[in-house]
């Protein structure tokens, strides 16, 4: 009842052991503790141990109540120091490694004292050991992780020492007392510390100061530490005017504080839109492509604003451009960008490229953006069903806009007859499905129109017929089909589009010989583990879509290398 008591009036940590010890009863107090597993008692427990001699006891009692400290000084009393490192290595306690650093300062290991003073947070400590045995070595390196008083404090120490002017100039100005470290280096000629105040000067830095070291760097021709001192400072119009003339390296920040202020007068600002045009193109020949568009922007020039952006590869900032600039010619320039992209990486371009087209009114080019979808669903899917949605899209963009002119009827015409042609094979393959006799028939057929390869791929239609035979062991017309197909495609493709295993039979029963692999890396690849069907041939789609490249629709572009399983080509959004 009494235990009760003291746990509900929040005294038990005291009172119950009280009680205990009154009563001389250890072993109830040590099952009271177990049950509790309250860290406080485990530490109790832990020093009276260890006052009994009991060490081991007590280490354990330590570690139960997470007394990183206490195991510490344990070990270290015990001369196990290895284990004590351990600890603070483990655990990285404050307390733990501030006791390692004072035993090891007992020891006269001042070096490794400085370390645990370090990882201790104890900075004082540790500059007091390194100025004690002047190790300044370490006192330069410790004092900067300390507070400003404990740099002022070492930069001191260091203006008293012979020949370290330079960390004494360099911890003033880190400390903040940037217009002492000037004043310190050109009275001791420390220019190369000079130079390191120059990297990171603020606004709240003395400006004669600063003027003094521009003027310095300036006699060096060190022109871009005087830019970004002049920036730092300003005075952006010469900071500008010199990093135009001598082609100083760029980065966002500096092309920002080399920009003047926006006018608020028509007057002022065709002189504004010159400035930023000139650091455009500064930053666009030293590559900085996103801080370039941005001062495009400030000049007013939206494509070569759109144009530095596709240089710097942002998609979204590209996209979000083009999504808002209103400009006919800034919608072709992103659209034109977003069908080089993988398109599984970014699903949302897609959509983009043909609403850009649409708002440009670029009708053939979105025809031919469809056309190019038709290809990829077949070289990359054999999805016929959707090559013909996007081309009977194409054919419809078209025909219902843009000036009629012999080029678009051309183009028609092969749009009309591509979804002819996949039209017939789809119809052909699905009787296949149903009916093979006549399917077969119906797909041998097709071989007789020499124009049935403008829209099928070769391998497709050949592939069926050859499979076909070739099950029914009729090798002699499946061998054939094989003579004629290579006639449109290399041998060493041939299991892409019929099964290896059916192939080599082929081959046994009509004496041929397979035609070696390509190298490894590059050559076809059969996944026995998926579907008999299912192919690896990056060098064969790489081939396909080089010949794309350079004969689709009579022009040369260049397209993403896959397309999102679940696209639809249904219209495009205005």
């Not at 490894?520 to 069907?533: F, K, L, V």
Request: with cysteine.
């Amino acid at each position: 009842f009494s235990v009760n008591s003291y746990e509900k009036s929040g005294t038990q940590v005291t009172e119950v052991r009280r009680m205990f010890l009154e009563r001389k009863d250890i072993a109830g107090y040590k099952a009271y503790t177990a049950k509790q597993n309250d860290p406080k008692l485990f530490r109790w427990w832990g020093r009276y141990f260890e006052s009994r001699g009991k060490i081991e006891d007590a280490l354990g009692c330590y570690r139960k109540a997470d007394d990183n400290l206490s195991l510490c000084r344990l070990l270290c009393e015990q001369d196990q120091p290895t284990k004590a490192i351990e600890l603070c290595s483990d655990t990285g306690n404050k307390a733990a490694c501030y006791h390692m650093a004072r035993y090891f300062e007992k020891k006269g290991d001042y070096k490794q004292a400085i370390s645990y003073f370090q990882q201790a947070s104890a900075i004082s400590n540790a500059m007091r050991l390194c100025r004690d045995h002047h190790l300044d070595e370490y006192m330069a390196n410790i004092a900067v992780q300390g507070t400003s008083d404990d740099m002022l404090e070492a930069a001191r120490y260091f203006q008293t020492l012979p020949m370290q002017e330079d960390r004494a100039i360099l911890l003033y100005h880190k400390a903040g007392l940037t217009s002492k470290a000037i004043d310190l280096a050109f009275k001791h000629e420390r220019y190369s510390a000079l130079a390191q105040i120059a990297d990171s000067v603020g606004k709240n830095v003395d400006p004669t100061q600063v003027t003094r070291m521009a003027d310095y760097f300036m006699q060096l021709k060190q022109f871009d530490k005087a830019v970004d001192l002049l920036a730092a400072i300003d005075r952006v119009d010469e900071a500008a005017d010199l990093a135009i003339r001598n082609e100083i390296p760029l980065t966002e920040e500096l092309l920002e504080r080399l920009s003047p202020a926006k006018p608020t007068n028509e007057e002022d600002m065709p002189k504004y839109q010159a400035i930023c045009e000139k650091l455009g193109d500064l930053a666009v020949s030293q590559g900085a492509y996103a801080g370039a568009a941005k001062k495009y922007l400030d000049a007013g020039n939206k494509i070569k604003s759109m144009r530095a952006l596709i240089h710097s590869g942002d998609v979204e900032r590209i996209t979000m451009f083009a999504t808002v600039a209103r400009n006919r010619e800034v919608y072709l320039l992103a659209a034109d960008y977003l069908k080089t992209l993988d398109w599984k990486k970014y699903p949302d371009a897609l959509q983009n490229i043909m609403n850009f087209y649409k708002k440009a009114r670029a009708y053939d080019k979105l025809a031919l953006f469809y056309d190019m979808c038709a290809q990829i669903e077949i070289e990359e899917y054999r999805d016929y069903n959707k090559a013909l949605e996007a081309l009977m899209e194409a054919y419809k963009i078209l025909r219902d806009n843009g000036e009629n002119t012999f080029t678009k009827d051309e183009t028609l015409q092969e749009l009309e007859l591509k979804c002819r042609n996949i039209k017939r094979f789809i119809d052909a393959k699905d009787r296949y499905l149903n009916d093979p006799e006549t399917g077969s028939r119906e797909l041998a057929s097709l071989l007789t129109d020499q124009k049935i390869f403008i829209g099928v791929h070769p391998g497709d239609l050949y592939g069926i017929l050859i499979d076909h035979f070739g099950r029914q062991e009729k090798y002699k017309q499946a061998g054939m089909l094989l003579d004629e197909l290579q006639e449109h495609i290399p041998e060493r493709y041939f299991s892409h589009y019929i099964n290896p295993n059916l192939l080599s039979a082929i081959y046994a029963a009509t004496g041929r010989k397979m035609a070696p692999p390509d190298q490894p890396s590059q050559s076809m690849t059969y996944n026995n583990d998926e579907n008999e069907d299912k192919l690896v041939i990056d060098d064969y789609q790489n081939d396909r879509r080089q010949q794309q490249r350079q004969g689709h629709l009579g022009k040369s572009h260049t397209y993403a290398e896959e397309i999102d399983d679940n696209i639809d080509y249904g219209s495009v959004d205005d």
